[in-house]
Nanobody, 123 residues
Framework: QVQLVESGGGLVQAGESLRLSCAAS????????MGWYRQAPGKQRELVAT???????TYADSVKGRFTISRDNARNTIALQMNSLKPEDTAVYYC?????????????????WGQGTQVTVSS
């Protein structure tokens, strides 16, 4: 029904940058909040950054000032620019979106997740 496809992960050294992208496709009327989450080995999945359809953003304290989330509503895509990467940023990064499939009232949103992309930062 809906697919979220991430790209852009990889292996970098500490201090370097990476850019993640996520594209949503399928049965989409409107997308509300979109965001990035990450999960490191042995840890719970945690929020990295979110962006509302109007552009309001939130960030985890650990990435403020280093990561920037952006969104293209016309293309149903979001991106995460990650600068000054640290070894503790190593994780699988997941794209998330809250999608409304059809117009009408009440509007019902459904949460979707991408398959994840690995980010590894070496020291």
């Amino acid at each position: 029904q809906v697919q979220l496809v991430e790209s852009g992960g990889g292996l970098v050294q500490a201090g370097e940058s990476l850019r993640l992208s996520c594209a949503a496709s399928g049965s989409i009327f409107r997308i509300n909040d979109m965001g990035w989450y990450r999960q490191a080995p042995g840890k719970q999945r945690e929020l990295v950054a979110t962006i509302a359809s109007g552009g309001t953003t939130t960030y985890a304290d650990s990435v403020k000032g280093r990561f920037t989330i952006s969104r293209d509503n016309a293309r149903n895509t979001i991106a995460l620019q990650m600068n000054s990467l640290k070894p503790e940023d190593t994780a699988v990064y997941y794209c998330n979106a809250f999608i409304i499939h059809r117009p009408g009232w009440p509007s019902v949103e459904h949460a979707y997740w991408g398959q994840g992309t690995q980010v590894t930062v070496s020291s």
